[in-house]
């Protein structure tokens, strides 16, 4: 259970109570408890979630009134909140409090950058403080849980759920995994009255979907599980998350949501998680579509005894467990086990307390939506803005240029949001139309032409753009993907600019105009033409409701740029699955060599990415100095440091994002090229340098073995000190010492 010494009292204290209660329970009223339902009381969002066959507001209060309800999900409000948890507290016999969810992926009503657009700040406290908010609200609407943070490691850009992670690399997913549920759980216990319960998902290598298609099989080795896609999960657990969603696609052979392996033996025999773990959307009735289950029988069984103790909208349990039970194919001690993780979650959430929490409408009205919270959402866009290109220092545009705002989002208000968008107010959402508006100095000098659709050409736009454009100083063209384009079952064979704006695009290229191209995008994509040309390429992702002034806080110099790429944008959409920690291989392309016969490389281009994980430009001028280093010995039980000292040559203030990678040059298994192990946010004033200091230990050196035990071993590394993965100062260090095994990262 969570650490907070407020937390454990609280669960300590109703420890007898929780045992009391399964004692006193039917075994339909035990499988009652680990039945989630899709909430039809309060609003449910049919676009995200399908209206369940359980959905009818008389049954389901006569299922609650009857003790066969454990949780609900995706309503949200505290007036609805209070007269749904009184059936359970004042109609139910055992009058168990209900646990209510939602999913909440950045943010409630105030909503902030998605979270891959988030990560790109590479700003731990950031996550934190938007997780924190989102929390805050949700907890005053009568919701106790989130389905987030989505920990899932994404290699393919294809896939559409790219969107709702931290992107391609390990160490900064298992950052911000912990940083996102430290925000959502806060540091006071889950009982606090601010603090929701954090859901883990999807367990696991969901984002390994062969081919990029969402809920494919995935196929990989017991190394790349457990070094790449499931170290995330332990970080969220090792941060107190008290709940898991298990995961739609099989894993070399075994669906995910009946793998006794991941969520038995793994999660809780080998990482000690002591909370519960719940099915996706019907992902346990799947084993039967899987072809792993015969039946909805045999399914609920199979992903009972692997470890999923709550079934998701199916009512599987529900209807299965009890027989299962008398059968002897599932065991008593079985139901009791899971049974005894939820309520005790719930304790621990408070809910035996005060099981109205949440529910003071006042509160609401005075939380959710919060001023402080739009403050915060500005914020966190301007710090997801990723600067790729500014050829002769076209950025940040002069407040007083003529300006041709063109493309399909340039007044666009519909697709600020992105994916995973539940609540928010459509009233607060800020255009890029509005945001420039607002920051530059005449208004007036802004013509906006839409030019094309987001996957449709427009009846005579390319003409009406093209004349924006002559009349113009300087083009921003605002184009990509709309955001029905990315999330969940969004998965694209091409990820390129829709063939309309890249019409759009070449014909406003050929005025000769000076072009700032906006990237909206929930995923990297594949460059090409104009868009590639462009003098100045910015990727602004998916800002949330304050999108247009983020952008024009980042366009318009207010602030300068500071994120970095969380993903690495490919030269061709035929490189996915691509992540900058691929192995060289026995025959390393020369990345310079435009045409080398017999290497690891394409025909068409060089394996590497036209804008790696780690890049992004600021409006200073970055230089790295020579690697610093007092000895080039680690030794065993010591540490390393390793400094370079970074300067800003430039007129402007800068936010850097410093990095550190390494490559073991000699293991018992080959390695990748690259692996950060660390990073470093600095503020540079002009003229200003400071020396960075990274300190590294052997721990951070290991890797997975043949054994699939974490392995350390001393040999040569190289060490780069660098903006991004392809770049950087290096140097070499030499770990002295014995091999050392232990069972877990």
């Not at 080795?221 to 709940?243: H, I, N, Y």
């Not at 402007?652 to 390695?671: F, M």
Request: proline share 5%; net charge negative.
């Amino acid at each position: 259970m969570p650490s907070s010494a407020k937390t454990l009292h609280s669960v300590q204290r109703h420890r007898q109570r929780i045992e009391d209660l399964i004692g006193a329970m039917t075994l339909e009223e035990k499988a009652g408890q680990l039945n989630l339902l899709a909430d039809p009381f309060r609003w449910l969002p049919k676009a995200v979630n399908p209206l369940d066959g359980q959905g009818n507001p008389a049954r389901v209060t006569a299922l609650i009134r009857e003790g066969k309800v454990g949780s609900l999900f995706n309503g949200v409000g505290a007036e609805a909140g209070r007269r749904i948890q009184q059936v359970a507290m004042e109609e139910s016999r055992l009058k168990i409090p209900l646990l209510f969810a939602a999913d909440v992926i950045h943010g409630m009503t105030t909503i902030f950058p998605v979270p891959l657009g988030e990560a790109a700040s590479f700003d731990p406290d950031l996550c934190r403080r938007t997780a924190r908010a989102a929390a805050r609200e949700l907890a005053a609407s009568a919701v106790h849980q989130t389905y987030a943070p989505m920990v899932d490691v994404a290699r393919d850009q294809r896939w559409g759920r790219n969107v709702e992670g931290a992107g391609e690399d390990v160490l900064l997913n298992n950052v911000l995994a912990a940083a996102r549920v430290h925000g959502f759980q806060g540091d006071k216990g889950l009982d606090d009255p601010e603090a929701v319960l954090a859901t883990a998902k999807h367990m696991a290598a969901y984002s390994a979907a062969i081919g990029g298609v969402d809920y494919n099989t995935t196929d990989m080795s017991e190394q790349t599980l457990r070094g790449v896609f499931l170290p995330p999960f332990r970080a969220s657990v090792d941060a107190g998350a008290l709940a898991i969603m298990s995961a739609f696609n099989d894993v070399n052979g075994v669906p995910a949501s009946g793998n006794r392996k991941l969520l038995t033996d793994i999660l809780r025999g080998e990482w000690g998680f002591e909370g519960f773990v719940l099915s996706d959307y019907t992902s346990e009735q799947e084993l039967v579509a899987h072809g792993f289950a015969e039946d909805a029988r045999d399914a609920a069984r199979l992903a009972f005894n692997a470890g999923v103790d709550v079934s998701m909208v199916s009512g599987l349990y529900l209807e299965h467990l009890p027989g299962l039970v008398r059968s002897g194919e599932v065991s008593m001690a079985r139901v009791d086990e899971a049974v005894r993780r939820v309520l005790t979650t719930k304790a621990a959430l408070g809910l035996f307390d005060d099981p109205y929490r949440g529910t003071d409408t006042e509160r609401e009205r005075a939380v959710v939506g919060a001023r402080q919270h739009v403050e915060l959402a500005r914020e966190a866009g301007r710090k997801s803005v990723v600067l790729l290109k500014n050829d002769n220092n076209l950025l940040p545009l002069g407040k007083r240029q003529k300006i041709a705002l063109i493309g399909p989002f340039a007044d666009d208000v519909d697709n600020v949001w992105g994916p995973w968008s539940i609540w928010g107010m459509p009233e607060r959402r800020v255009s890029l139309e509005a945001g420039f508006r607002a920051a530059m100095d005449d208004p007036s000098l802004l013509t906006i032409a839409r030019g094309s659709g987001i996957e449709t050409p427009l009846n005579g736009g390319i003409e009406q753009a093209v004349a924006a454009a002559r009349a113009a100083d300087v083009v921003v063209l605002a184009i990509g993907e709309g955001q029905q384009m990315s999330g969940e079952a969004q998965s694209r064979t091409e990820i390129v600019v829709p063939a309309p704006q890249q019409a759009l695009v070449e014909a406003v290229a050929a005025t000769g105009k000076p072009i700032v191209i906006l990237l909206r995008n929930g995923r990297a994509l594949a460059l090409e033409g104009g868009v590639k040309n462009a003098q100045a390429i910015v990727v602004t992702w998916f800002l949330g409701e304050q999108m247009g002034n983020a952008v024009a806080d980042v366009i318009f110099g207010d602030h300068s740029p500071s994120a970095r790429l969380p993903i690495s944008f490919p030269h061709r959409s035929g490189q996915q699955p691509y992540s900058y920690d691929r192995k060289t291989t026995g025959r390393p392309a020369n990345p310079d060599l435009a045409q080398e016969e017999y290497k690891a490389r394409y025909r068409e281009t060089p394996n590497t990415a036209l804008y790696p994980f780690g890049f992004g430009l600021t409006y200073g001028d970055i230089a790295y100095g020579p690697i610093e280093m007092a000895t080039d010995q680690l030794q065993w039980a010591g540490t390393i440091q390793i400094s370079a000292t970074i300067t800003n040559r430039g007129r402007r203030e800068a936010e850097e994002v410093v990095q550190i990678y390494i490559h073991d040059r000699v293991a018992s298994l080959t390695q990748p090229g690259r692996l950060l192990k660390d990073f470093k946010r600095i503020h540079l004033r002009p003229g200003q340098q400071e020396k960075v200091t990274f300190t590294l230990n052997p721990r951070q050196l290991g890797f997975i073995g043949a054994d699939e035990a974490y392995r350390i071993e001393p040999g040569l590394f190289d060490v780069w000190i660098a903006p991004h993965a392809q770049g950087g100062v290096a140097s070499t260090f030499r770990l002295i010492g014995p091999v050392a095994v232990a069972e877990n990262q």
